[in-house]
């Protein structure tokens, strides 16, 4: 029989380290209770936030913050009737909460349950709350009132590279509406990155004699400030005139301004080692290194290859503290948690854990010696995808740092969660949180059951060092029935029953209560609900991200068909070059298709609904995305067997989908290109401004990152989106040029030539990136009529054309 002590012995370990770290993050906690706004500062923000959102309402609610002791000593917020109201101009029901923040978060939970509506962004169908009765007449709660209080204390908000995929044009109007979303969500713990270049200019030009020029070539353009700022590249979209500096240092103050009004906790940046290249001249003995090439092209020191200075060097304390200094300067003050990154996808040059140790330890002195209350939260993304970090260096770096001083974010905790895999960070404080990057609506629905339960299991497991749950999304303004469930997990003390919960977001999310609507979201539901892989994690649909590949070595394999669940044989598509990966499917489209017939069928009751107008685009979006792909598979079909004609007929049949996919995207506001580059365009104060800010935009939509003549960057249609304008300018014509070649391969029995696709397809995008053409700001088209129209044109059986292709 084995010793049981030595297991024991790593019990108490563990046991204490969490003790440890729940002490020490309770502390920094008190210290923020202390210096948030006061009691009447955040109530009339909550306030505010009433008025902007159902401003027909303001009087029926009324707000007080109340003490944690009264909580229970956590924080929570409590809704009562209002034991004035008499009248229906009086306030009816009273909300009490910890913060703002749980204020806004208790008058979110009162109206989704107890009036039966739905919140969500703007551009995915925005707010439902035609379902909220007048104003004196709304509904009471039952006599003792409701209190909920926070599981954990923390609720986590953005990606690191959310501020560049979704934020990178956003004024104060948009700033304030996203803050305000925040709140009804019940965030209270948000990254703020806007402004840090102003920053970072004043540090390297005060304290360490850069000029302009010096850091022109160190940040980024305005759409690529995220991996500039996680030294992953330099220059590239640049560089930023002073009143990109100016405008968005001023942005930053307003946004910091109202996260604390509201009693939030807003993240600030903090020193990584990513330093300019003048840095190295005029210092000449500090230990500065180049790091390797992050996805250029041709390794073009142009853009790659930033320098990152040694965190052992003592110039990286004196930056770190200056950078915090003058941050505090600038903001008059703090919430003394930092974020920072230095490994993010940039691996260290040796793996010694007491090397690794030292890093982190002078990395958190950096921020320390400018905050004696300063924590740090790291993104954990590192642990997730780089094998380098194997559990002797990921220990010396998470304990390299005093317990309770770090946090990390468990960032991809739905799929895979290092928790499990590391005996809860080795003790160390972290957030479960959620990752998403750029999936179709209904590929997410695959994590429901994951959400419902991930956070509980966290919270619930021996010697738990969770201490809160996030949305670390890379980009917004989608799946918003994913995001719905995630917000409220920061509330909730038991798993979800997730189809229950399904039923009634149908309902709350459309205002009534549909039965056809109802089976529609369950279909969806329990056809894909089982996703495990990840596989939702992109979107590579073809028409999104177009093979660049010869097709004659597309391995081609028949096996029962998944798609459309038919006995016959189908063309399937591996993987097998690095220029294709291939679109993944794991659930039945047949069945989804069943589900967009019943949300067709159930449209002359919702035409006028935003909310169902977007989902329903969405949905036909997605089926015929997924129908574009088979098209494609047996285009390839064709030319293997060649057959010219039906090559031919395919690819024409491809070409006119994506021309009617793209009329079905002008139907909805949420799926236009313009906005995007409009509101770039917006944000300069010159012509030559315009061009740079509109290259910038349409390059990381597209191509992204540098290419040659004859080889496209390795990160193009990383940042695909489903837009209108987008695919009848720009998809659509590429994926004409690849059939063209195909064609004049087979009437001229010659290879495919590879070489000159690329070279025509590299070329079309360079210069859509520079073209300046025009795009619609407002959706046109009935949206109902026209997912009708593409239904029975693409996917009813009894449409002889369909058939014929089906069975082609």
Sequence with gaps: MKNPFPAIFLILILSFASSTAADSISRLIQIQDRERASPSVQEAAARAVLRRLLPSHSSSFHFRIVSKKQCGGEYCFMIKNHPSFTTPGDPQILIEGTTGVDIVAGLHWYLKH????????????????FSVPNAGFLPRVHHAGVSVQRTVPWSYYQNAVT????FAWWDWQ???????????????????????????????????????????DFFGGPAFLAWSRMGNLHGWGGPLPQSWFDQQLILQKKILNRMYELGMTPVLPAFSGNVPAALKYIFPSAKITRLGNWFSVKNDLKWCCTYLLDATDSLFIEIGKAFIEKQLQEYGRTSHIYNCDTFDENTPPIDDPEYISSLGAATFKGMQSGDDDAVWLMQGWLFSYDPFWRPPQMKALLHSVPVGKLVVLDLFAEVKPIWVTSEQFYGVPYIWCMLHNFAGNIEMYGILDAIASGPIDARNSINSTMVGVGMSMEGIEQNPIVYDLMSEMAFQDKKIDVKAWVDVYSTRRYGQPLPLIQEGWNVLYHTIYNCTDGAYDKNRDVIVAFPDVDPSLISLQHERSRQYDKPKSRTIIKEITDQFETPHLWYSTSKVIYALKLFITSGDELSRCNTYRYDLVDLTRQVLAKYANELFFKVVEAYQSHDVHGMTLLSQRFLDLVEDLD???????????GPWLE??????????????FEWNARTQITMWFD???????????????????????????RAAIYFKYLRESLEQGEDFKL????????????????????????????????????FNKYLDPSNPETKLILEY
């Excluded at 107890?114 to 925005?126: E, L, Q, R, V």
């Excluded at 700033?175 to 102003?198: H, K, S, Y």
């Excluded at 009329?663 to 290109?673: I, S």
């Excluded at 365009?681 to 061009?691: D, F, I, S, Y």
Aim: some cysteine; glycine content about 8%; proline content about 2%.
């Design 174 to 216: 948009r700033w304030e509406r996203e803050i305000d979303w925040m709140a009804l969500q019940g965030v209270n713990l948000p990254l703020a990155f806007t402004g840090q270049e102003a920053i970072w200019q004043k540090v390297f030009q005060e304290k360490f004699n850069m000029s302009i020029s010096d850091l022109d």
């Design 755 to 790: 070489l000159e696709w690329r070279r025509e397809w590299i070329k079309l995008t360079n210069g859509w990136q520079s073209r300046r053409n025009i795009f619609p700001v407002e959706s046109r088209g009935d949206a109902l009529n026209t997912s009708r129209w593409l």
């Design 114 to 129: 107890w009036c039966g509506s739905h919140i969500s962004w703007d551009k995915t169908g925005g707010s439902q709350l």
């Design 707 to 733: 290419n040659s003549v004859e080889e496209a960057s390795l990160l193009r249609d990383y940042g695909n989106k489903y837009w209108s304008g987008l695919l009848h300018d720009y998809y659509g014509p």
């Design 163 to 166: 501020s560049s995929y979704s």
């Design 663 to 673: 009329t079905l995207l002008a139907c909805h506001d949420g799926f236009l290109l």
């Design 679 to 692: 509101s770039a365009k917006q944000l300069a104060q010159n012509e030559e401004q315009e061009r740079q």
